[in-house]
């Protein structure tokens, strides 16, 4: 039984040192980008992101993640701002960060004109003391509910127009 686990484990660091070794894994840069709405101040967002992106420099690759200065409020104008500024950056990777309840037209249409892997990503509720809004409010969590319907929605509109398309297309005679 000993002897199982010393190959198992000798096997396992093998394994970990060619993992280490590999010279083709992707080379990530995320683009985060904070999203806000008007009804909440922006800098909520804003703060959000900055102590999100010190916690990730604190522990990994400074290099890795890049953090947009515009942060999208209520306007699509924010958006191509956004995607210009991370796509100039080099950001293969993004993630759309609700430091609140976002705006979820110019967040989704971010995610649908961006190249590349992206993620939604929602703020946890802090208390006043910390820098969150009165009763723990900033409804990012909400924020993120939306986000899901949105983008739930346009699949849905989606296959509903291709089916009444198809529909048409069987009815057509020819």
């Known amino acids: 039984m000993q002897q199982n686990a010393r190959q198992f484990y000798c096997k396992f660091l093998y ?3 060619m993992f280490l070794k590999m010279t083709n894994l992707p080379k990530m840069k995320i683009g ?28 990994y690759d400074a290099e890795d993640i890049y953090e947009c200065p515009v942060c999208i409020v209520e306007s699509e104008i924010h958006m191509v701002q956004a995607l210009e500024d991370i796509k100039k950056a080099g950001c293969n990777a993004l993630v759309v960060y609700l430091g609140n309840f ?3 037209i110019s967040e989704t249409l971010l995610a649908k004109h961006f190249d590349g892997p992206k993620m939604f990503v929602a703020a946890s509720e802090e208390d006043g ?15 993120m509910l ?8 346009s699949a849905m509109l989606r296959l ?6 198809l529909e048409l297309l069987r009815n057509v005679q020819i």
């Open 32 to 59: 985060i980008v904070a999203v806000s709405r008007d009804c909440f101040p922006e800098s909520l967002s804003v703060t959000r992101r900055q102590n999100l992106v010190k916690a990730y420099t604190d522990k």
């Open 160 to 165: 509903i127009f291709q089916s009444i398309l």
């Open 146 to 153: 939306n986000v899901q319907a949105t983008t739930l929605n």
């Open 129 to 143: 003391l910390n820098g969150g809004l009165i009763d723990n409010r900033g409804d990012a969590y909400c924020g």
């Open 15 to 17: 394994l970990e040192r």
């Open 102 to 104: 976002g705006p979820e």
